[in-house]
């Protein structure tokens, strides 16, 4: 397995920005897929945004135009740059990595928009 530590969460305004940190504990993003997911309370789930082993990116609508994915593989480590935050935005944000046989989750960074 793959252990996932992600950090860059807080409180932040509406309108503001965090970029979030997720760390692998090796490196194999050229053979599988990196995904954040965030879940607020009494909702399931969901993805907000994937980059592919080959480096394909894909954002959800609901984001779209304010969230940005990103890898380094050197580092380990794939990033969401959030912009233009709003108070829905609100949840504890996940990051998965998947392919190889490997399915394995964070532990999850708070993220709280509110003025």
């Known amino acids: 397995q793959v252990q996932l530590v992600e950090s860059g969460g807080g409180l932040v305004q509406p309108g503001g920005s965090l970029r979030l940190s997720c760390a692998a504990s090796?490196?194999?993003?050229?053979?599988?897929?990196m995904g954040w997911y965030r879940q607020s309370p009494g909702k399931e789930r969901e993805l907000v945004a994937a980059?592919?082993?080959?480096?394909?990116?894909n954002i959800v609508d609901a984001v779209k135009g304010r969230f940005t994915i990103s890898r380094d593989s050197a580092k380990k480590t794939v990033y969401l740059q959030m912009n233009s935050l709003k108070p829905e935005d609100t949840a504890v944000y996940y990051c998965?990595?998947?392919?190889?046989?490997?399915?394995?989750w964070g532990q999850g960074t708070q993220v709280t928009v509110s003025s």
């Open positions: 090796r490196s194999i993003f050229s053979i599988s897929a």
């Open positions: 998965n990595i998947r392919g190889a046989g490997i399915n394995s």
């Open positions: 980059v592919s082993s080959g480096g394909i990116t």
